[in-house]
């Protein structure tokens, strides 16, 4: 059962790239709010954005060893996904690992655990997305798979797929979706950059967005608060 | 029931903004330890501080309408906070609603609830205490109401009452009672700049507060380690 | 019950701050990965780092006397480490309170409950690690003690040990293995030295730490995805 | 500003126990979906329901003077209802102050805290709605106030509101609604029996409630998965 | 994106009832501890056991719609699984919709959220899975799908899986092994059914399991207290 | 490091059981508010109760090895307290265990992290308390220590220790303290039953334990609803 699966299929680099230009929300939305993951993955410093291709790992609990077997699966522009099987949040993951990521050219680690060595990681640049921030070392004693389907932090993910992660958060485009999405994400991007115009110079999102008939229909009504005070 | 007061009285906002010179912790302290919201809610950047009037907004879970309602009711000068009827960590409240308040002088937002965007958000400098940070869009199908009193994050709220946020934590005043817990965070401030003075010098808070006495009497002991090692 | 043990015997100071050169994460490794105390333990702000002897106090829940008393026993190279007797958030410290402390050359505080004045401390540079923030006020009612053995976020801490925090979190080292812990944090600090040289340049974990035979003989296999595209 | 309000006007008894009739789910809908306390709040045991006036109290954290002092506020037919100023899950109610409650005709304690000795309130039937449940004692220092407006775990109450609770968790009707509301509840029971009757009768609730055609106007598709397969 | 997916196949009902004679623990283990949803998903009543086959529903957060949708889509022996987009812990699932599953021969609900009416549901012996119990009312407004693959409590899950579940949780095997599965699962227990006659009769698993000489190799000591004391 | 300590001193076995007759909080209460466990060590089934001397376990996270060890040094009245280095929610503990556990004569389990089999347990009448239940498997990979002091749910406990759980939580007593604090426990109760009685007949708390006066002092205020409204 436990694999390493070589030569994975990515997403080509300049598409998974495009989406830097992209915040999580605008990709979560354009792909009909799907692919995120849940909210208490936080980022380890603020202003961290990464857009790559995904290196999946399943992990046992409180063991980092298949996160090593990993290294050598990644190449330029990658991000690793970490997923234990059972909740731990002892930190995987730290300042030795990330070293042996960045000389691979890997943008960035997402991990439903912990991570350690946290000012190390942020003096060097190396963004990382996680449930916890953790000293607590973990074991090399169980064997997992790497690039295998994996579900982290509540979203389902294949070795390949595009990860994209900001302040907001973290989601995955499947790869086959990715073209499409990162079109809508241009196209979802042009029309609020009109609407952003038009809210600056004070514009009402109520008229702007044609609320007021749908509001009244549904019965929402006005009352001046110094008509009866 | 789903109701917009409009036109709603509220506290000066001079005195609102005379707040802004006392911390949180100063303002519920001043009024008695009342006012505070839960501690989850957290400002989406260091350093932030607003007070201002509050525009209170009711909305029903992961549907964030009457935020967009709420917009026309605020002025220069307001906090707009934001209570779901059920909680949801959803992204209710981002970059393009930030752009519509601040172009209408609202220093902030107070939700409890999820926000995105938070990148934009701290570039323009728009400040928002939330309980959570979530890309989750949410959807515009549910009436709620605008200017109702609402219980925010545990703490009652009036439309027009002031709000205070900072790194603390956020606080609720009365409007009645804006003045006179203005006093009384002078009064404390003067106080505490004396006190201040006084330990930075060395001097000790048991004497300065004169607590020596009543530990004794309630029994508190004294013992030194080397006499018995 | 309640008592105050004074002229605790400490941990030295010079060995105390030796250990300022490394991080949590090695030392609770070097100690056989013990001292750690739990992972919601979080500093007030990015890129703090203490190292000092352990003052410490049993708080009752919601009550900050017994810090007050605290400070008196408390010299030049300290850390109050304040463990209340059952959970309460409420903000037992804030910037009085640490100005009295940095009078006399305290190094910082851990405590597992709320601090306030958040902003106030970052600006005095008063380094806090704590389990939440909250400008909830506290009262001075009930007895506790200082300088006895107390569990602080499920770690056991006696007074004059070493309490070693950064953005990792905070590990204990006993004062009796101190000089023993210090030894093989700089051992393992020159270890790593050496791994990282050559994981910068690019050369795999597998191979440095000989992990590809145990890794085959616990059955792990390899499978090459494009070979069964 | 602590004070004790006595001969509080209440909701007629009959009026309160009339409410034992519905569920909090029907209290809850029939009041278009308000006064609902935060789904933390759990009974003690399984079955418990009950519906009475309000006695409101708050609580210092961890300090239960007040409750003694609410005692004697108590009549036949009322709910004690406590809330803490800040939070804190010690053991704050047990037997003893039970049996005090029950000799006066108490119907049972809600409270966003935690209460001990459950084994002898199951024992004796008295049920609680609690956020914990901790053998942790309190202390008896700081005044609060009874009768006065609270929060409690999310809800505003008066005193002499009904208070009803049971699986479901806890919600409260005000005072001067309560006649309406509970009007509200037997329509709201007499349509649902008959709704109950054809559904278990094989009826579908996609006919019964007539949303076909709305599924299918805002887009849904069927599709047949064996003609794909 | 919404949509129905009818006449999915599904498990064989004697291949899925055959999985209650064995507990989710046997289950998990049997198929390389993998399927398992997270913890965090208790039953709303002890000794509840149900295995079926799944019909799997994706609804907004707050918005029961498409479980209203998916009843159609149910027969007999089946087990509803509900995933959210996002979280809420509102009720979105009481009495009405179980006498609506129980009439088609459901065998229970699996809910990555909120459920109410759990008095009525247990007096049915309507078994229910859930994340949380809340009164909170759900609206109808916004579409999702059924019976397409799922991430429901950190478990993927597909429209005619397995699902078994008893106090220990809820785990999920896939339509294609679970064949393969049970016989696991047959052998497991058989193995265990010796193992716990050679337990009860005082053997230990330190003999039983052969682990001294492992032990011993991996360095562990025994010291008697009495020689040292 | 890792190390069995065997023939511990243990309190005697009538003195641990005589405990028996004491609620948690009562014992809680009797030894100045010390050694309670946190209040999220929940019993697996309702009504149990148990006293006994502790075997204490240190175990790896996710990794269930040392408990079989732990099983040789257990004797019949003893309790055996289960401590991870850091937390895991799996479920390290199940039917086959217990099996071993009660043939010695072990009086049950208590154990911050998750147990297993709960209905099994639960028909074994074999009582445990625990922060999760989970069907989660574990390793048997890494050694970890028997007898040794550990800190479990936030308390400090020696082997020998005396273990007191019920309803309300899990309370530790040292063996020293066993007698007086065992006498302190029947002073409490028998002070308690005098006071039930009066409370049961009506009297007041207030009046009883003579708290008039001191709220008074206080600044307490009583005031008639029915003289303003």
Chains 1, 2, 3, 4, 5, 6 share one sequence.
Request: charged share 25%; aromatic share 6%.
């Amino acid at each position: 059962m436990p694999v390493v699966i070589t030569h994975c299929p990515r997403v080509g680099r300049d598409v998974a790239e495009s989406f830097m230009a992209y915040g999580v929300a605008t990709v979560h939305e354009a792909q009909g709010r799907g692919g995120l993951m849940a909210p208490f993955m936080r980022p380890i410093y603020p202003g961290a954005r990464i857009a790559g291709a995904a290196v999946t790992v399943s992990v046992a609990p409180a063991d980092n060893w298949m996160i090593h077997v990993a290294v050598e699966q990644c190449r330029k522009g990658d991000v690793l996904v970490v997923a234990p099987t059972s909740f731990s949040d002892a930190g995987y993951f730290g300042e030795l690992l990330a070293c042996s990521l960045a000389a691979r050219g890997v943008r960035g680690l997402v991990i439903d655990a912990g991570v350690r060595d946290v000012r190390d990681l942020v003096a060097m640049g190396f963004p990382v997305w996680s449930s916890a921030v953790s000293a607590q070392g973990t074991v090399k004693e169980t064997l997992g798979s790497v690039n295998v389907p994996v579900v982290c932090a509540g979203a389902s993910i294949d070795p390949g797929d595009v990860v994209v992660a900001d302040e907001d958060g973290v989601c995955v485009v499947r790869r086959a979706e990715a073209d499409r999405v990162l079109q809508l994400c241009r196209e979802r991007e042009a029309k609020e950059a009109k609407v952003r115009e038009r809210l600056q110079a004070g514009e009402l999102g109520l008229d702007l967005y044609g609320m007021r008939d749908k509001l009244k229909a549904r019965g929402l009504v006005y009352r001046d608060a110094t008509s009866k005070d």
